[in-house]
């Protein structure tokens, strides 16, 4: 079992920054994949970003590419999203989600953007960005 604790949310101007982290528990943190997304109200949750589980590979989605970065630190059984220039419309719950490949990933080169994918999730924290 994983447990996920999100921090770091909060109010901020636009074009300003945040940094969540993603903490863990979890003895096996560095085996699984991490994905953070967001939901904002009335809207469906949306993949924000993904890092595999060795941390080798990264991706986004289009909206926030150039302004975030995916980073973890297995010794710390953590994640981090940092969040530069954010707009308006990034206000959203934000929620790290943890899933262990095991063997569909030997070398950690996968991350996952379908919230399905994941077995775990955070409680989420509140990120508004005012304009």
């Known amino acids: 079992q994983v447990q996920l604790v999100e921090s770091g949310g909060g109010l901020v101007q636009a074009g300003g920054s945040l940094r969540l982290s993603c903490a863990t528990s979890?003895?096996?943190?560095?085996?699984?994949?991490v994905g953070w997304f967001r939901q904002a109200p009335g809207k469906e949750r949306q993949f924000v970003a993904g890092?595999?589980?060795?941390?080798?590979?990264?991706g986004y989605a289009d909206s926030v590419k150039g302004r975030f970065t995916i980073s973890r630190d297995n010794t710390k059984n953590a994640a981090y999203l940092q969040m530069n220039s954010l707009k308006p419309e990034d206000t959203a719950v934000y929620y790290c989600a943890a899933e262990n490949p095991r063997g569909r990933d030997p070398y950690g080169r996968t991350y996952y953007s379908q919230p399905l994918t994941y077995d775990y999730w955070g409680q989420g924290t509140q990120v508004t960005v005012s304009s």
């Open positions: 979890g003895r096996t943190f560095g085996s699984y994949a």
């Open positions: 890092i595999s589980w060795s941390g080798s590979t990264a």
